[in-house]
C-alpha cells in the first residue's frame, strides 16, 4: 500500500528521537548503527582523499619539490589502505545495507543486533590500531608485497593487526546479512519479491564472509614473519613471495565485487524508481549479482600475469576474467532497457545512477586490456591501471554511493537535499573527476609507471592536467559536502516518499520510527510494479 | 634519450603485435561504449518527462529472455576473440627464441647490473645488436622488481631466489628506457636503465674496443664513472641528503659510524666503500649499499676516488684528534 | 575472537530465532575454514615442495603428547555433546557438569601443549627453524586460540546456566556453543596426523 505524499513536521524524529552519548554507543537499532558507520566512512573518505590531493600535489613536477620520496611513498600507501578498508568496503554494505536490509525485507532489525553493534566498535577498534601505525608509516603500496613488506622498518605488524580486525567487522557484518535475508523476510516476501539491492547485499556478503577470512591469515602470517622470524614468503628462508601474491590476491580480487555489487544494487533501485517503470529483467539481475560473486573468486591471478606465474596459470587466468564481464553486461543492458519507454525524472538520485553507468562502463571497458595477456604486459602497474581501478571504484562505487545517499537522505534525516546545489556538486564532480582521471589513461599508455615519486619529464603534461583536475573534483565534492551539512539542518522537510518509490522504506515515515513498522506488512506484490499493468499478478 | 614514446614506436619485434591487440580491443570497447552510452542518453532524452507534465503511463515490460540471451552470447563471443588474440601474441612474447644471447640481469635496490656474455657487468646500461634476439635471465638480490620497457611493450617481474626471463628482439636503434615496476622502496623511481641498440659493427666494435679512454683526466673519468654507474640515485654531490650521505666534502672527513667510532674518509675507506659497502656503516645511514666488486675494476675506483675528491675541501686530510687512527683498520 | 551470537528483539517467534543462531554458527564456521584453508593450502605447496624436510622434521615432534590431547579433545567433544543431549531433556545439573568438564579438558589440552613446547623449545625447534616448524606452531598456535576462546565462550555459558538460563526450551547458545567446539575438535583431528603421524 503506497503511503500518502504528505509532508511530515520537522519535529518528528522517529528512531533520532533518543539523545545522548550511549543510546548511539550502544544502540541496538540498525539505523543508527547504520549512521555511525555512515559518518565513519565517510571521514575516511575526505581523508583518503585528502592523501590523494597531497599525491597529486607532488606529482605537479617531475622531480621531489614538496615531499621527499620516502614520504610520497608513505603517502600513497596511506591513500590506498585508508580509503579501500575504512571507506570503500564498509561505505554502502556496513552503512546504507545496516540502515536498509531490515526495512526493504519487512523486519524490525538484522538477525544479530548485538552482533551488529560490537561489528561497529571492532571496526572502530581496528581504525585506531591502524592510526596507531602511522607512528612508522607504511611505505608499502596497498598492496604490501613480501618481501619488501617483511623487511621495511615501518609498523606493517600494526597495521597488520589493524587490518585483521577491520576485516573481521566485514566478516560479522556479512554472516548477519546473510542470516537476515533468510530468516527476517516478511510473510509473502519469497525470494522473487526482495528488493534487487538486497540480492546485490546479499551476493557481497557470502564473497564477504568467504574472501575475508583469507585476507586475515594472510595479514596474520605477515606479521608472524616479522615478529616470529617465519619464511613462507621468503626466499632466504625456503618461502616464495609469490605465495603471498596469491593469498592477498584471493581476497583483493573479489574484495572488488564487494565495493561494486552494492553500488550496482543501488542503481537498480533508483532507475526503475525515476523511471516509473518495472525493472527490466529482474531475475537476470539478480542470478548476475550471484554470477559476479563466484566468478570474482576464479579470476585473482589476473594481477599476476607478470610475477612469474606459470604460462599455462596465465592463460587460465586470462580466459577466466573475460567471463566476468558477460554478468556485468547483463546488468548495464537492463539498467538501460529499463529506460526504454519509461517516464523520467532527472532528479539528483537519478542523474548520479545514469553517471555511474557511464563512469562503470569506461573503466569496465578499459578492464579489458589488463585482462588480455598481451596486452597487460603492456600496461600493468602503470597509469593505464591507476585510471582503470580509479573509473571503477570512483566512477562506479563512489557515484553509486553518491546516489543512494541522494536517493536516501530524505528517508534517514527527514530532510530534502536542495536539487540545485547537487546538481551543481554533480557538474563539478563528473567534469573533475574525467580530467583527473582520463589524463592517467594516456600518461600510462606511454609508460608512465605508477607509484613513481619522480618521473621522466616528458608525462609531465599529464601529471598538470591531471593535477587541475583533482583540484576541480575536491571543489565539487566540498559543495556535495555543504548541501548535505546544510539540509540536515536548513532543508525542506521530507514526506514519507519523495520519489515515489514502491519499495518498503517508502511506505515508513522520513526519518523511520525506531520499530520501523507499526505492523509487520504481509507482501503480495514484487516491488517493481510501475506503470501500466497488463494482467497484474504482482509476478516478476 | 631517444622519445620513442609515441604511439608508433613500437622498437622490438613483438612490440607492433601488441599493438595490434591493444587497437583491437580499443575498437571493440569503443564500439560497446557508444552503442550503450548512446542508447543511455538517447533514451533519457526521449522519454523525459517534461516537469508539470502529469505521469505518462508507461508499458509494463518486465523482460525480454530473447535479449538476455542476445547480449550474453554475442559480448562472449567477441571477449573470448580479445581473449584468443591476446593469448596468441603473448605466447610469442613468451616462447624462448632459439640462438638468443644471453644477458644476465641482476636487480637490486637501487640499480641495475647486466652481465653480458663476455663477462663484463656494466650498471644501468644494456648494450644490443640490432634484430638479434636477447634473452634476458633476471633474478634480484632483495625484493621484487620488474624490468619494463615501455618501447617493446614488456614487463616481467624479477624474484630474489629465482629466475625470470625476458626474450626480445630489437628492431630499431636508438636509446630506450627501462623502469622498474615493482614498487621496490625508496629509490623505486630512480631506478633506470637504458638499452642501447647499435647497429651490428658498432656493436663489435663496442665489444672489443678498450675501456676507457686513455688520454681522459682521471677525475673526469671518474664523474663519468659516477653517473653510470647508479651512484647518483643514493647519494648527492651537492650535499643534499638521499638514500645515503652525501659525497660533497666527504673526502678527507671524519666519518661517524654506526658502532659509535670515527673514521677518516682517505683513499682506503673510499675503496672498502666500494667493495664492501657493509663493513662501516655511516651512523644514520641504512645498510642497503650494494657492493660494486666485478663492476668496478681498480682502476675505476681510483678514478671515482679522484672525482670526489674535487668535491670535497681541496686536497689534504686533516686527521681529526678524536678520530681513530686508521692504522689498524686498513686491510 | 569471541563468537557470541545475541538474542535479538528482532525476532517474535523463538523457532526463527533458533533456526538463526543456527544459521549463523555455520556461516560462522565456514569463514573458519576458509581461514584455516590458507594455512592447509600452505602446508601442502610446502610439503610438495620439501618433502625430505617434513619427513625429517615430523619425527622430532612428539607423538605420546599428540596422541594423548587427540584422545583429551575427542573426549570433550563427547562431554559437551551429552551436556547438550541433557539440557534437551531439561537437565540442568549434568549441562553444568558436563561444561565444567569439556573446560577442563580444553585446559589440559592447553597445558599438555604448553609443556609438549616447552619441550621443543629446549631441542631448539623454534617457528623460525624451518618451513615444517613455522607452520607447526602456526598452524597449531591458531587452534590453540581457538580452544581458548571456546574455553571462555564456555565460562560465560556456565555462568549464564547457572542463573538458570537454559531449560528444556530453551539452550540455542549452549547449542551453538558445542558446533564450535565440535568444529575446534574436528580441526585438530586434521592438524594431528598432517603434522605428527605423515611421513
Same mark, same amino acid.
Given at each position: 500500500?503506497?503511503?500518502?505524499?504528505?509532508?511530515?513536521?520537522?519535529?518528528?524524529?522517529?528512531?533520532?528521537?533518543?539523545?545522548?552519548?550511549?543510546?548511539?554507543?550502544?544502540?541496538?537499532?540498525?539505523?543508527?548503527?547504520?549512521?555511525?558507520?555512515?559518518?565513519?566512512?565517510?571521514?575516511?573518505?575526505?581523508?583518503?582523499?585528502?592523501?590523494?590531493?597531497?599525491?597529486?600535489?607532488?606529482?605537479?613536477?617531475?622531480?621531489?619539490?614538496?615531499?621527499?620520496?620516502?614520504?610520497?611513498?608513505?603517502?600513497?600507501?596511506?591513500?590506498?589502505?585508508?580509503?579501500?578498508?575504512?571507506?570503500?568496503?564498509?561505505?554502502?554494505?556496513?552503512?546504507?545495507?545496516?540502515?536498509?536490509?531490515?526495512?526493504?525485507?519487512?523486519?524490525?532489525?538484522?538477525?544479530?543486533?548485538?552482533?551488529?553493534?560490537?561489528?561497529?566498535?571492532?571496526?572502530?577498534?581496528?581504525?585506531?590500531?591502524?592510526?596507531?601505525?602511522?607512528?612508522?608509516?607504511?611505505?608499502?603500496?596497498?598492496?604490501?608485497?613480501?618481501?619488501?613488506?617483511?623487511?621495511?622498518?615501518?609498523?606493517?605488524?600494526?597495521?597488520?593487526?589493524?587490518?585483521?580486525?577491520?576485516?573481521?567487522?566485514?566478516?560479522?557484518?556479512?554472516?548477519?546479512?546473510?542470516?537476515?535475508?533468510?530468516?527476517?523476510?516478511?510473510?509473502?516476501?519469497?525470494?522473487?519479491? +526482495?528488493?534487487?539491492?538486497?540480492?546485490?547485499?546479499?551476493?557481497?556478503?557470502?564473497?564477504?564472509?568467504?574472501?575475508?577470512?583469507?585476507?586475515?591469515?594472510?595479514?596474520?602470517?605477515?606479521?608472524?614473519?616479522?615478529?616470529?622470524?617465519?619464511?613462507?614468503?621468503?626466499?632466504?628462508?625456503?618461502?616464495?613471495?609469490?605465495?603471498?601474491?596469491?593469498?592477498?590476491?584471493?581476497?583483493?580480487?573479489?574484495?572488488?565485487?564487494?565495493?561494486?555489487?552494492?553500488?550496482?544494487?543501488?542503481?537498480?533501485?533508483?532507475?526503475?524508481?525515476?523511471?516509473?517503470?518495472?525493472?527490466?529483467?529482474?531475475?537476470?539481475?539478480?542470478?548476475?549479482?550471484?554470477?559476479?560473486?563466484? !566468478?570474482?573468486?576464479?579470476?585473482?591471478?589476473?594481477?599476476?600475469?607478470?610475477?612469474?606465474?606459470?604460462?599455462?596459470?596465465?592463460?587460465?587466468?586470462?580466459?577466466?576474467?573475460?567471463?566476468?564481464?558477460?554478468?556485468?553486461?547483463?546488468?548495464?543492458?537492463?539498467?538501460?532497457?529499463?529506460?526504454?519507454?519509461?517516464?523520467?525524472?532527472?532528479?539528483?538520485?537519478?542523474?548520479?545512477?545514469?553517471?555511474?553507468?557511464?563512469?562503470?562502463?569506461?573503466?569496465?571497458?578499459?578492464?579489458?586490456?589488463?585482462?588480455?595477456?598481451?596486452?597487460?604486459?603492456?600496461?600493468?602497474?602503470?597509469?593505464?591501471?591507476?585510471?582503470?581501478?580509479?573509473?571503477?571504484?570512483?566512477?562506479?562505487?563512489? +557515484?553509486?554511493?553518491?546516489?543512494?545517499?541522494?536517493?536516501?537522505?530524505?528517508?534517514?534525516?527527514?530532510?530534502?537535499?536542495?536539487?540545485?546545489?547537487?546538481?551543481?556538486?554533480?557538474?563539478?564532480?563528473?567534469?573533475?573527476?574525467?580530467?583527473?582521471?582520463?589524463?592517467?589513461?594516456?600518461?600510462?599508455?606511454?609508460?608512465?609507471?605508477?607509484?613513481?615519486?619522480?618521473?621522466?619529464? +616528458?608525462?609531465?603534461?599529464?601529471?598538470?592536467?591531471?593535477?587541475?583536475?583533482?583540484?576541480?573534483?575536491?571543489?565539487?565534492?566540498?559543495?556535495?559536502?555543504?548541501?548535505?551539512?546544510?539540509?540536515?539542518?536548513?532543508?525542506?522537510?521530507?514526506?514519507?516518499?519523495?520519489?515515489?518509490?514502491?519499495?518498503?522504506?517508502?511506505?515508513?515515515?522520513?526519518?523511520?520510527?525506531?520499530?520501523?513498522?507499526?505492523?509487520?506488512?504481509?507482501?503480495?506484490?514484487?516491488?517493481?510494479?510501475?506503470?501500466?499493468?497488463?494482467?497484474?499478478?504482482?509476478?516478476? | 634519450?631517444?622519445?620513442?614514446?609515441?604511439?608508433?614506436?613500437?622498437?622490438?619485434?613483438?612490440?607492433?603485435?601488441?599493438?595490434?591487440?591493444?587497437?583491437?580491443?580499443?575498437?571493440?570497447?569503443?564500439?560497446?561504449?557508444?552503442?550503450?552510452?548512446?542508447?543511455?542518453?538517447?533514451?533519457?532524452?526521449?522519454?523525459?518527462?517534461?516537469?508539470?507534465?502529469?505521469?505518462?503511463?508507461?508499458?509494463?515490460?518486465?523482460?525480454?529472455?530473447?535479449?538476455?540471451?542476445?547480449?550474453?552470447?554475442?559480448?562472449?563471443?567477441?571477449?573470448?576473440?580479445?581473449?584468443?588474440?591476446?593469448?596468441?601474441?603473448?605466447?610469442?612474447?613468451?616462447?624462448?627464441?632459439?640462438?638468443?644471447?644471453?644477458?644476465?640481469?641482476?636487480?637490486?635496490?637501487?640499480?641495475?647490473?647486466?652481465?653480458?656474455?663476455?663477462?663484463?657487468?656494466?650498471?644501468?646500461?644494456?648494450?644490443?645488436?640490432?634484430?638479434?634476439?636477447?634473452?634476458?635471465?633476471?633474478?634480484?638480490?632483495?625484493?621484487?622488481?620488474?624490468?619494463?620497457?615501455?618501447?617493446?611493450?614488456?614487463?616481467?617481474?624479477?624474484?630474489?631466489?629465482?629466475?625470470?626471463?625476458?626474450?626480445?628482439?630489437?628492431?630499431?636503434?636508438?636509446?630506450?628506457?627501462?623502469?622498474?615496476?615493482?614498487?621496490?622502496?625508496?629509490?623505486?623511481?630512480?631506478?633506470? !636503465?637504458?638499452?642501447?641498440?647499435?647497429?651490428?659493427?658498432?656493436?663489435?666494435?663496442?665489444?672489443?674496443?678498450?675501456?676507457?679512454?686513455?688520454?681522459?683526466?682521471? !677525475?673526469?673519468?671518474?664523474?663519468?664513472?659516477?653517473?653510470?654507474?647508479?651512484?647518483?640515485?643514493?647519494?648527492?654531490?651537492?650535499?643534499?641528503?638521499?638514500?645515503?650521505?652525501?659525497?660533497?666534502?666527504?673526502?678527507?672527513?671524519?666519518?661517524?659510524?654506526?658502532?659509535?667510532?670515527?673514521?677518516?674518509?682517505?683513499?682506503?675507506?673510499?675503496?672498502?666503500?666500494?667493495?664492501?659497502?657493509?663493513?662501516?656503516?655511516?651512523?644514520?645511514?641504512?645498510?642497503?649499499?650494494?657492493?660494486?666488486?666485478?663492476?668496478?675494476?681498480?682502476?675505476?675506483?681510483?678514478?671515482?676516488?679522484?672525482?670526489?675528491?674535487?668535491?670535497?675541501?681541496?686536497?689534504?686530510?686533516?686527521?681529526?684528534?678524536?678520530?681513530?687512527?686508521?692504522?689498524?683498520?686498513?686491510? | 575472537?569471541?563468537?557470541?551470537?545475541?538474542?535479538?528483539? !528482532?525476532?517474535?517467534?523463538?523457532?526463527?530465532?533458533?533456526?538463526?543462531?543456527?544459521?549463523?554458527?555455520?556461516?560462522?564456521?565456514?569463514?573458519?575454514?576458509?581461514?584455516?584453508?590458507?594455512?592447509?593450502?600452505?602446508?601442502?605447496?610446502?610439503?610438495?615442495?620439501?618433502?625430505?624436510?617434513?619427513?625429517?622434521?615430523?619425527?622430532?615432534?612428539?607423538?605420546?603428547?599428540? +596422541?594423548?590431547?587427540?584422545?583429551?579433545?575427542?573426549?570433550?567433544?563427547?562431554?559437551?555433546?551429552?551436556?547438550?543431549?541433557?539440557?534437551?531433556?531439561?537437565?540442568?545439573?549434568?549441562?553444568?557438569?558436563?561444561?565444567?568438564?569439556?573446560?577442563?579438558?580444553?585446559?589440559?589440552?592447553?597445558?599438555?601443549?604448553?609443556?609438549?613446547?616447552?619441550?621443543?623449545?629446549?631441542?631448539?625447534?623454534?617457528?623460525?627453524?624451518?618451513?615444517?616448524?613455522?607452520?607447526?606452531?602456526?598452524?597449531?598456535?591458531?587452534?590453540?586460540?581457538?580452544?581458548?576462546?571456546?574455553?571462555?565462550?564456555?565460562?560465560?555459558?556456565?555462568?549464564?546456566?547457572?542463573?538458570?538460563?537454559?531449560?528444556?526450551?530453551?539452550?540455542?547458545?549452549?547449542?551453538?556453543?558445542?558446533?564450535?567446539?565440535?568444529?575446534?575438535?574436528?580441526?585438530?583431528?586434521?592438524?594431528?596426523?598432517?603434522?605428527?603421524?605423515?611421513?
Amino acid at each position: 500500500m503506497l503511503a500518502d505524499a504528505a509532508a511530515v513536521t520537522p519535529a518528528y524524529k522517529g528512531y533520532l528521537e533518543k539523545k545522548g552519548f550511549w543510546s548511539w554507543a550502544l544502540t541496538l537499532d540498525h539505523k543508527r548503527i547504520g549512521v555511525m558507520y555512515l559518518l565513519t566512512t565517510l571521514l575516511f573518505f575526505l581523508v583518503g582523499g585528502l592523501f590523494g590531493l597531497l599525491i597529486r600535489l607532488e606529482l605537479l613536477k617531475p622531480v621531489a619539490w614538496v615531499f621527499s620520496p620516502q614520504t610520497y611513498n608513505e603517502l600513497f600507501t596511506i591513500h590506498g589502505t585508508v580509503l579501500i578498508f575504512l571507506f570503500i568496503i564498509p561505505a554502502i554494505p556496513s552503512g546504507l545495507g545496516n540502515f536498509f536490509i531490515p526495512i526493504l525485507i519487512g523486519a524490525r532489525d538484522v538477525a544479530f543486533p548485538r552482533l551488529n553493534i560490537m561489528s561497529y566498535w571492532i571496526f572502530v577498534f581496528g581504525i585506531l590500531v591502524i592510526l596507531g601505525s602511522l607512528a612508522h608509516p607504511m611505505d608499502t603500496g596497498w598492496t604490501f608485497y613480501t618481501p619488501y613488506s617483511a623487511r621495511t622498518d615501518a609498523a606493517v605488524t600494526m597495521l597488520s593487526l589493524g587490518v585483521f580486525m577491520v576485516g573481521m567487522s566485514s566478516i560479522l557484518t556479512g554472516l548477519n546479512f546473510i542470516v537476515t535475508v533468510h530468516k527476517l523476510r516478511a510473510p509473502g516476501m519469497g525470494w522473487y519479491r +526482495m528488493p534487487l539491492f538486497i540480492w546485490a547485499l546479499y551476493a557481497t556478503s557470502i564473497i564477504q564472509v568467504v574472501a575475508t577470512p583469507v585476507i586475515g591469515m594472510t595479514f596474520l602470517l605477515l606479521a608472524a614473519e616479522r615478529v616470529l622470524g617465519i619464511g613462507f614468503f621468503d626466499p632466504a628462508k625456503g618461502g616464495d613471495p609469490i605465495l603471498f601474491q596469491h593469498f592477498f590476491w584471493f581476497y583483493s580480487h573479489p574484495v572488488v565485487y564487494v565495493m561494486i555489487l552494492p553500488a550496482m544494487g543501488i542503481i537498480t533501485e533508483i532507475i526503475p524508481t525515476f523511471s516509473k517503470k518495472p525493472i527490466f529483467g529482474y531475475k537476470a539481475i539478480a542470478y548476475s549479482s550471484l554470477a559476479l560473486a563466484f !566468478a570474482g573468486f576464479l579470476v585473482w591471478g589476473h594481477h599476476m600475469f607478470t610475477a612469474g606465474m606459470s604460462v599455462v596459470a596465465d592463460i587460465l587466468f586470462s580466459v577466466l576474467t573475460f567471463s566476468v564481464a558477460i554478468p556485468t553486461g547483463v546488468k548495464v543492458f537492463n539498467w538501460i532497457a529499463t529506460l526504454y519507454k519509461g517516464s523520467i525524472s532527472l532528479d539528483s538520485p537519478m542523474i548520479y545512477a545514469l553517471t555511474f553507468i557511464f563512469l562503470f562502463v569506461i573503466g569496465g571497458l578499459t578492464g579489458m586490456f589488463l585482462g588480455s595477456l598481451a596486452t597487460d604486459v603492456e600496461v600493468h602497474n602503470t597509469y593505464f591501471l591507476v585510471a582503470h581501478f580509479h573509473y571503477t571504484m570512483m566512477g562506479g562505487t563512489v +557515484m553509486g554511493f553518491f546516489a543512494g545517499l541522494h536517493y536516501w537522505f530524505p528517508k534517514m534525516t527527514g530532510r530534502m537535499l536542495d536539487e540545485r546545489l547537487a546538481k551543481v556538486a554533480w557538474a563539478i564532480i563528473l567534469v573533475g573527476f574525467n580530467i583527473t582521471f582520463f589524463t592517467m589513461f594516456i600518461a600510462g599508455y606511454r609508460g608512465m609507471p605508477r607509484r613513481f615519486a619522480e618521473y621522466l619529464p +616528458m608525462y609531465q603534461p599529464e601529471n598538470v592536467v591531471s593535477s587541475i583536475g583533482a583540484v576541480i573534483l575536491t571543489a565539487g565534492i566540498a559543495v556535495m559536502f555543504y548541501n548535505f551539512v546544510r539540509s540536515l539542518f536548513k532543508g525542506d522537510p521530507a514526506p514519507a516518499n519523495p520519489w515515489g518509490g514502491r519499495t518498503l522504506e517508502w511506505q515508513v515515515a522520513s526519518p523511520p520510527p525506531e520499530h520501523n513498522f507499526d505492523t509487520i506488512p504481509t507482501i503480495t506484490e514484487w516491488p517493481y510494479g510501475y506503470g501500466k499493468r497488463a494482467g497484474g499478478d504482482g509476478k516478476p | 634519450m631517444n622519445n620513442a614514446f609515441n604511439m608508433t614506436g613500437a622498437a622490438s619485434q613483438t612490440a607492433g603485435q601488441i599493438d595490434n591487440v591493444f587497437i583491437f580491443i580499443l575498437s571493440i570497447g569503443i564500439f560497446f561504449f557508444l552503442v550503450t552510452q548512446g542508447a543511455l542518453i538517447y533514451f533519457v532524452i526521449r522519454y523525459k518527462k517534461r516537469k508539470g507534465d502529469p505521469d505518462r503511463e508507461t508499458p509494463y515490460i518486465t523482460e525480454s529472455r530473447t535479449l538476455e540471451r542476445i547480449w550474453i552470447i554475442v559480448p562472449s563471443i567477441l571477449v573470448l576473440a580479445i581473449f584468443y588474440y591476446g593469448y596468441v601474441v603473448f605466447m610469442k612474447v613468451k616462447t624462448p627464441i632459439q640462438g638468443a644471447s644471453e644477458v644476465n640481469v641482476v636487480a637490486s635496490q637501487w640499480l641495475w647490473k647486466f652481465r653480458y656474455p663476455d663477462g663484463r657487468v656494466v650498471v644501468n646500461e644494456l648494450r644490443v645488436p640490432l634484430g638479434k634476439p636477447v634473452q634476458l635471465t633476471m633474478t634480484s638480490t632483495d625484493v621484487i622488481h620488474s624490468f619494463y620497457v615501455p618501447d617493446y611493450r614488456v614487463n616481467q617481474d624479477i624474484l630474489p631466489g629465482r629466475y625470470t626471463y625476458l626474450w626480445f628482439t630489437p628492431d630499431k636503434t636508438g636509446e630506450f628506457v627501462v623502469f622498474c615496476n615493482q614498487y621496490c622502496g625508496v629509490g623505486h623511481s630512480e631506478m633506470l !636503465a637504458k638499452i642501447i641498440v647499435m647497429p651490428q659493427a658498432d656493436y663489435d666494435r663496442w665489444l672489443t674496443g678498450a675501456p676507457a679512454a686513455g688520454g681522459a683526466p682521471l !677525475a673526469g673519468r671518474g664523474e663519468q664513472l659516477v653517473k653510470n654507474s647508479g651512484c647518483l640515485a643514493c647519494h648527492s654531490t651537492d650535499g643534499t641528503l638521499k638514500v645515503g650521505p652525501t659525497l660533497k666534502g666527504l673526502y678527507g672527513s671524519s666519518v661517524a659510524l654506526a658502532d659509535g667510532s670515527a673514521v677518516l674518509a682517505d683513499d682506503n675507506y673510499m675503496k672498502e666503500s666500494l667493495y664492501e659497502p657493509g663493513a662501516k656503516v655511516v651512523k644514520g645511514f641504512p645498510n642497503v649499499m650494494p657492493t660494486f666488486k666485478g663492476v668496478l675494476t681498480d682502476d675505476d675506483v681510483t678514478a671515482v676516488i679522484a672525482y670526489i675528491k674535487t668535491l670535497g675541501p681541496a686536497g689534504h686530510m686533516e686527521p681529526d684528534e678524536k678520530a681513530e687512527t686508521n692504522a689498524g683498520t686498513h686491510r | 575472537m569471541e563468537n557470541r551470537k545475541g538474542k535479538a528483539e !528482532a525476532f517474535a517467534d523463538p523457532m526463527v530465532s533458533y533456526e538463526s543462531a543456527k544459521l549463523g554458527i555455520w556461516v560462522f564456521l565456514m569463514t573458519e575454514v576458509l581461514l584455516f584453508g590458507g594455512l592447509f593450502m600452505t602446508y601442502t605447496v610446502f610439503r610438495i615442495k620439501y618433502p625430505e624436510l617434513f619427513h625429517q622434521d615430523h619425527l622430532k615432534l612428539n607423538r605420546t603428547f599428540g +596422541m594423548v590431547n587427540t584422545l583429551v579433545l575427542i573426549t570433550s567433544s563427547l562431554s559437551v555433546a551429552v551436556g547438550i543431549a541433557g539440557i534437551r531433556r531439561g537437565r540442568q545439573a549434568l549441562l553444568k557438569v558436563c561444561l565444567v568438564v569439556t573446560m577442563l579438558l580444553g585446559a589440559t589440552f592447553l597445558t599438555i601443549k604448553y609443556f609438549e613446547w616447552s619441550d621443543d623449545f629446549a631441542r631448539g625447534l623454534y617457528p623460525r627453524t624451518d618451513v615444517f616448524f613455522s607452520l607447526y606452531f602456526v598452524m597449531v598456535g591458531l587452534h590453540g586460540i581457538h580452544v581458548f576462546a571456546g574455553i571462555c565462550v564456555m565460562a560465560v555459558m556456565l555462568v549464564m546456566a547457572q542463573r538458570g538460563a537454559f531449560n528444556k526450551a530453551y539452550s540455542t547458545p549452549v547449542e551453538i556453543t558445542g558446533v564450535y567446539w565440535h568444529f575446534v575438535d574436528l580441526v585438530w583431528i586434521y592438524l594431528f596426523p598432517m603434522f605428527y603421524l605423515i611421513g
